[in-house]
């Protein structure tokens, strides 16, 4: 999962036209803060880090694959906290700072990341991506 970018699996096919949807997806990302890295929540509702975009925040912050996202702005990630902390949108705009707490493997860091604007290159990705997983299906 591409820093929750992609729609969950049960999105249904997406029916506006695609110019509108294009133009809500744009609207959407103009303030979200990028980190560039993909998070997979583990089996203790922990989130691992794993692709790491070179040239991110992420990357600029010394996140690496492989080392478990325990805490965010002091709050620890449970499976119950989780889903709230990375639904609270004051963390992820661009420009503000989160505060991430890492282990990787006996050894525990923290730092401080400011997220950026998404990179427009990714927006128009990410534009790309929904319109070819869900407007342009083989349905019918
Ligand atoms: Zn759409």
Known sequence: MSSFAAPPADHPRCTRPV??????????????????????????????VGTVTPGSPAEKAG??????????????LTHDSTRGGMARDDYWKAGATLAIDLRRGPRSTSVRVTLQHYPDA?????????VRDYHQSAAN
């Open 19 to 48: 110019e509108e949807c294009a133009a809500r997806l744009k609207e959407t990302y103009r303030d979200r803060g990028w980190l560039g890295v993909e998070l997979d929540e583990n089996e203790n509702g922990a989130l691992r």
């Open 122 to 130: 990714l927006v128009a990705h990410i534009v790309e991506a929904h």
């Open 63 to 76: 996140l690496k694959t492989g080392a478990i996202v325990v805490a965010l702005n002091g709050i620890p």
